[in-house]
């Protein structure tokens, strides 16, 4: 694999000089690789890595740091995540060497039925026009997600690990090019609602590089959660705010900007929201080389797709391979894992079915279709449950997932303790709506249901439904190694989530390359689709020899994912990683450099 080495790290030496911190509110010695003890983090923002370093200087542990870190990405990168979203949340605790997971993925208010997200006549709402709207609303699961892992798991109170952002809210951070291009990309949507447009759009713009960006009714909410825990979210005040502005969203007699599309009410109660609760189902568990991975279980579709392509891919000794070889396969095995989680995972998806989906005989089941010298045509049928062939099943559709904005957190402590944490609001700026006088926005998180079935006559897993929780992409993972981490990584980018974790995971097992060059090396991504994605170093360095191969042309994509990692070491050395160039740099640091 000497070629993708090479590419690596040329890539890396020519971004390492260039990477720039986001925010000048708070500006400590981060770059996007740290290396040393004691603890590390790594986030998408150097403000947010520092809260969480802070926390853990202060005899803090992975969980309270990760709690402050995700807070203050709240505040510092609003239109990925924050506590109108939702997430999950994925910790091995070093002292009973076990995985748990924490499940804060939206939830559907009651209200919600199949065809929600339909015409009258039965075809699909346009995106925009679910998306913008309280229909798209779900219940948000983020607050609950940190008060169960802080009960759990944490040495801090919620209030003392939500004071740094509330902080950095009141005082507020410098704009950058990414933050003010992002609210112009949403300015016509912003525009639509006062509280929206009050925020973000000060004297009818987008707040100007280089000013300071306040939002002081988000701290105030986050000190009255601090204060009186998540029950005044879920039950009391801010509840009925929310409820409130999903079933009457604030629009304008005096909008900023034109929007096609009606906005929609939705219809969200205060008693859905008292009804939320996180969930702590068993994590996904698959054996790769001798190693652990374990991941995410349904609502999210990431832990079965990474552990099923691994298992396709455990087949062949990829590091051996030419590049192309080796990328013929890892696309091959991704295609085929998407058209299986399309099939079968959703919110209900029985454990039996994932376990069958994680078994080393479906893996080869879904191996022996694929072809050392031509690609499979694309979309490629799922695999038929039991079979014992290879046979596959009548249907096949290509990906649908529409989110492309999220963030992850990955930390790790002084005592082996290790959280991998992915959140999100789904679109970058989520529906788009502020609730007036809490600063919070909303997520569009119910458009990751399927609008229409897509099954044909099979049943469709990720229809709407009261209660339910749409499906996610989001691949929070952490890999042990002899039952201790060796590696804990995730990204955000929709559906590309699964291919980013996935192929990190081969670069570094496999292909011999550094934790750094393997968050590095350029990206492809293919969801079983006729065309699938790649990065431009991608497609100049590969492109040629897997079309050669009959892979479809790859659409060119400027980015794929913004993944952080941590890789663990010999006598408590870290590797904290994040990226050295994608969305403007990551940051990762660790509590010393030295032992």
Known sequence: MKHLAALTAATLTATMISAAPAHASYQPAISPTATGYGGAVSSVDPTVTAVGLEVLRRGGNAVDAAIAAAATIGVTEPFSAGIGGGGFFVYYDARTRRVHTIDGREAAPASMRENSFQNPDGTALNFN?????????????????????????????????????????????TVDATFNAQVAANAAIFGQFDSSAELYLPGGAPPAVGSTFRNPDLADTYRLIGKRGTDVFYSGAIARDI??????????????????????????????????EARFPAPTRSDYRGLDVYGMATPSS?????????????????????????????????????????????????R????????????????????????????????????????????????????????????????????????????????????????????????????????????????????????????????LKDGKPFVAVGSPGGATIITTVLQILVNRIDLGMSLPEAVAAPRASQRNSATPQAEPAFIAAYGPELTALGHPAFTSTAEIGAATAIEFGRNGQLTAVAEPVRRGTGAAGVVRSGR
């Open 352 to 479: 039996a079915v994932l376990d069958e989906l994680l078994s080393d005989r479906f893996a080869a089941s879904r191996r022996c279709v694929i072809s050392a010298s031509s690609a499979l045509p694309k979309p490629v049928a799922p695999g038929a449950l039991g079979d014992r062939g290879c046979a596959s099943a009548a249907a096949a559709v290509p990906d649908t997932d529409n989110s492309i904005s999220t963030t992850h957190l990955t930390v790790a402590d002084k005592w082996g303790n290790v959280v991998s944490f992915t959140f999100t609001i789904e679109q970058i700026g989520g529906a788009g709506i502020v609730v007036p006088g809490r600063g919070i926005l909303l997520n569009n998180e119910l458009t990751d249901f399927n609008f229409t079935p897509t099954q044909g006559t099979a049943a469709d897993p990720n229809l709407p439904g009261p209660g339910k929780r749409p499906r996610s992409s989001m691949s929070p993972t952490i890999v």
């Open 302 to 350: 990431g832990g079965a797709a990474v552990g099923e392509a691994l298992n396709i891919l455990e087949g062949y000794d990829l590091g051996a391979l030419d590049d192309a070889d080796a990328l013929h396969r890892y696309l091959e095995a991704s295609a085929l894992a998407f058209a299986d989680r399309n099939r079968y995972v959703g919110d209900h998806t029985r």
């Open 129 to 173: 026009a679910a998306r913008v709207s309280g229909l798209s609303v779900g219940v948000p699961g983020t607050p609950a997600i940190w008060e169960a892992a802080a009960d759990r798991w944490g040495s801090r109170r919620l209030g003392e690990l939500l004071r740094p952002a509330a902080d950095v809210a009141d005082r507020g951070f």
């Open 243 to 276: 409820a409130a502005t999903v079933q009457d969203p604030p629009v304008s007699d005096t909008p900023i900007g034109t929007w096609p599309h009606q906005i929609r009410p939705g219809g969200m109660t205060v008693r859905d929201l008292a009804r939320y």
